[in-house]
C-alpha cells in the first residue's frame, strides 16, 4: 500500500484516486502519522457488510431481541431471619 501524504493527495487527487482503483487501498499521512485510507467502493461494500453492529447499534435497533438464549434461574430463596437474644 502506497502512502501519500495529504499535501499530494490533495494537489495530484486524480492520480490517487486512480491509484486506489488499479493498486489497490492508499494510504493518506499527515504530518507523517497514518491517518486516512482510500479504498475501491467494491471493498468498502465488502468490509462493510461483513462488519458486525456496534453494541449502540444492537441497542438501537428496531427489531426484538427475543432470539436471546437466557438460562433458567434457580428457585427463589429466602433467608430466614434470625432471632435476637
Known amino acids: 500500500m502506497k502512502s501519500w501524504p ?4 490533495k494537489a495530484r487527487f486524480s492520480e490517487f484516486l486512480q491509484a486506489s482503483l488499479t493498486r489497490g487501498p492508499q494510504l493518506v499521512t499527515m504530518r507523517g502519522v497514518e491517518t486516512a485510507v482510500l479504498l ?7 468490509l462493510n457488510s461483513r462488519a458486525r453492529p456496534g453494541f ?12 436471546l438464549a437466557i438460562p433458567n434461574r434457580g428457585k427463589l430463596c429466602r433467608r430466614v431471619p434470625r432471632e435476637r437474644s
Open 6 to 9: 495529504v499535501q499530494d493527495a
Open 56 to 67: 449502540k447499534a444492537l441497542l438501537l435497533a428496531t427489531e426484538g431481541r427475543g432470539d
Open 40 to 46: 475501491p467502493i467494491e471493498e468498502w461494500r465488502r
